[in-house]
């Protein structure tokens, strides 16, 4: 009896020193916030903790902007962040939408994307109101903290790390990490799933390794969340590789040794491309960005 209560007690001490397994963060509940068609199917994501709300992008029109902020509100809970993954106006024009009346929310963004969005907005909002009309955001709200590669940004206890692509499906990408319980990427549009691409940026070349990029940085990370289209595993990104080099390959038989394509060609490109993506939305940004990716590949890119 003696022996054994020795050994209980070693056991006791043994368990009690031991240095005590590290907690994963609790799960978070992530909310998928679809635009309708005339918004262009984006994605705004709300990223639910234990006391607070972040938001990854938001929405183009007024009316999904609306949207957005009103099942932020039903959440009832405070707004601690807007994170934008690039400066494409979908992702950024209801921003003021989400802040309005939430004084010193921090939006943040790579220094790139600030400062693609300051350069582009005026041309953005003249190529596109007339379209949009009064669903064109009046007023954009632009970042207002800057962040580097790589940087990590700890919100209502979880981990968020930026992570910086230079051009891509924009002129500047980057995309978001979150680690909690798993770890989650919040990927803009360096995935467009399910749809057509904005190629007009004239970038696919880097496009594609970027992708690569994202594929060997990110082996663990358990869910993916495009910027368009339903979220999922590391086969979105080989789902956007394959499309890009579908499309660039239509392009370059279609092209002749031109830099851009004829009013046919594009009609022609357009088929093949339905052909090959039956089920695709978005199909007027095939004909859209078919000279960029020709002038693009008349340069050897």
């Excluded at 234990?50 to 957005?68: E, F, I, M, R, Y």
């Amino acid at each position: 009896m003696k022996q054994i209560s020795i050994t209980l007690a070693v056991l006791f001490l043994a368990s009690s020193c031991a240095t005590p397994s590290k907690q994963k963060p609790p799960a978070p509940t992530i909310h998928s916030v679809a635009a309708s068609p005339a918004g262009i199917l984006v994605n705004g994501y709300l990223i639910e903790g234990a006391t607070g709300v972040v938001a990854v992008d938001s929405a183009l029109t007024v009316s999904d902007a609306k949207k957005l902020r009103a099942r932020l509100d039903a959440l009832g809970k405070p707004l601690l962040a807007v994170l934008l993954t690039h400066g494409h106006p979908d992702h950024y024009n209801g921003v003021g939408e989400l802040v309005e009346g939430r004084a010193g929310v921090p939006i943040y963004s790579t220094a790139q994307v600030a400062q693609v969005i300051r350069d582009s907005d005026a041309a953005k909002e003249a190529q596109w109101k007339p379209m949009f009309g009064a669903e064109w955001p009046a007023t954009r709200t632009f970042p207002n903290q800057e962040v580097t590669d790589g940087q990590v940004l700890t919100l209502d206890g979880l981990q968020w790390t930026v992570r910086a692509l230079g051009p891509g499906e924009s002129h500047a990408d980057s995309y978001w990490v979150l680690d909690a319980d798993k770890r989650y990427v919040f990927l803009g549009d360096v995935v467009l799933h399910g749809v057509h691409a904005y190629v007009s940026d004239g970038h696919t070349t880097e496009w594609l390794a970027n992708l690569r990029r994202v594929a060997e940085a990110e082996p663990q990370a358990e869910t993916f969340f495009p910027g368009h289209g339903p979220s999922g595993g590391s086969s979105l990104l080989e789902w956007q590789r394959r499309y890009l080099e579908t499309y660039r390959a239509e392009v370059e038989r279609l092209r002749a040794g031109s830099p851009q394509l004829t009013a046919d060609q594009k009609t022609a490109l357009q088929q093949a491309m339905k052909a090959h993506y039956p089920e695709a939305g978005l199909d007027f940004l095939i004909g859209l960005g078919a000279d960029a990716v020709a002038s693009e590949l008349s340069k050897g890119q």
